[in-house]
């Protein structure tokens, strides 16, 4: 749809053979001249016909690319009226002169009136019929395009809840949860029981909260706690979590969950060693740094936290930052409050 078939060489070479012929059959037509067909159809008229469909086709092509280009007027409407009185207009001269020259060079003799008016009204015909399929263009392109971005923006869409159903439910840890209770329903009820509210909790948190925009940091680290739980039942390296607040701030729901739980799955597997995950507040931050030993083929980065990192700059300018200090890998959460969010509004 973006480039018009009027300028497809094939139909540049070929369109002007038709439309000579079907302005030859109409002159004769007009002329009463029909019987004449048999006998001078390849008359030189006929060429002349042809050469004329090639020049007002031509100038008809390239008026179309000029007034595409022009950038005014900007309004489409008086482009087009533009367009069409002097594509019309320089139609009339060109046929004019044109056909004046045959009569007077070659037919030896000037045409009336009524001659030039019938070839400038069948050429300015075809020259209308030019502009018309650029507006049918025009307008098919528009609406073309304005589907394709609604299928577009709709596919976008679709997407983006599917990843957020996809976080919400977290369907690696759901199964992974399920197997832990299944070991340990055999092995200890009450345990396995306990470890069922763990789960319970998390999810009971995660569901109710992923239409909020925001939540108070002391509620999320509750869940944190049943969420280092419920991990250290699951074979990934035990956890201990470290935490101490005394600022009140708000964070995007989920946040300090997504995080921890990265650390841990990114985190080499071993019995023998604790992970401690220490999560501290500095002036304009929430920091979470820990001891990092990661898997060769999956480490923590940015590209982990692309879901935050893009809820956080509907709030905030600060970025959220992974730094390393000398064997410490550290995550810095901007800490938001009601004030800077009133002001990013």
Excluded: W
Aim: glycine share 2%.
């Amino acid at each position: 749809m973006k480039k018009l078939f009027v300028h497809h060489p094939l139909f540049r070479l070929l369109s002007p053979l038709f439309s000579g012929v079907l302005v030859y059959l109409l002159l004769l037509l007009i002329n009463n001249n029909i019987n004449q067909l048999q006998e001078t159809f390849l008359g030189q008229e006929l060429y002349v016909c042809i050469g004329l469909a090639y020049i007002i086709q031509e100038f008809s092509r390239l008026s179309l690319l000029f007034f595409k280009r022009l950038k005014r007027p900007k309004s489409f409407i008086l482009k087009l009226i533009l367009q069409v009185s002097s594509s019309i207009l320089i139609t009339i001269v060109l046929v004019s002169i044109t056909m004046n020259l045959y009569f007077k060079y070659v037919l030896l003799y000037t045409p009336n009136s009524g001659e030039l008016q019938v070839f400038n009204s069948i050429f300015v015909f075809i020259t209308i019929i030019y502009v018309i399929l650029y507006i049918a263009h025009y307008y098919l392109n528009k609406i073309n395009t304005e589907k394709l971005t609604q299928e577009v923006a709709a596919k976008a869409a679709i997407e983006t809840d599917f990843q957020e159903f996809k976080m919400s439910i977290n369907p690696e840890l759901l199964f992974e949860s399920l197997e832990a209770l299944l070991v340990l329903m055999k092995k200890d009820a009450d345990k396995a029981e306990s470890l069922a509210d763990n789960f319970s909790s998390i999810y009971r948190y995660i569901l109710t909260k992923k239409n909020s925009e925001l939540v108070q940091v002391v509620e999320e680290l509750v869940v944190l706690k049943e969420l280092v739980t419920l991990l250290n039942h699951l074979p990934y390296r035990k956890v201990k979590l470290k935490n101490s607040f005394s600022d009140d701030c708000v964070i995007v729901p989920c946040s300090l969950l997504q995080i921890v739980e990265t650390i841990v799955k990114t985190t080499v597997v071993s019995e023998h060693k604790t992970l401690q995950i220490i999560i501290e507040e500095t002036e304009n931050s929430i920091k979470i740094s820990y001891l990092h030993e990661e898997k060769l083929r999956e480490s923590l980065s940015i590209k982990n936290v692309s879901r935050i990192l893009k809820s956080y700059s509907f709030y905030t300018n600060n970025e959220i930052k992974i730094v390393m200090e000398d064997k410490l890998k550290s995550i810095f959460l901007p800490k938001l409050t009601f004030q800077e969010i009133k002001i990013k509004g």
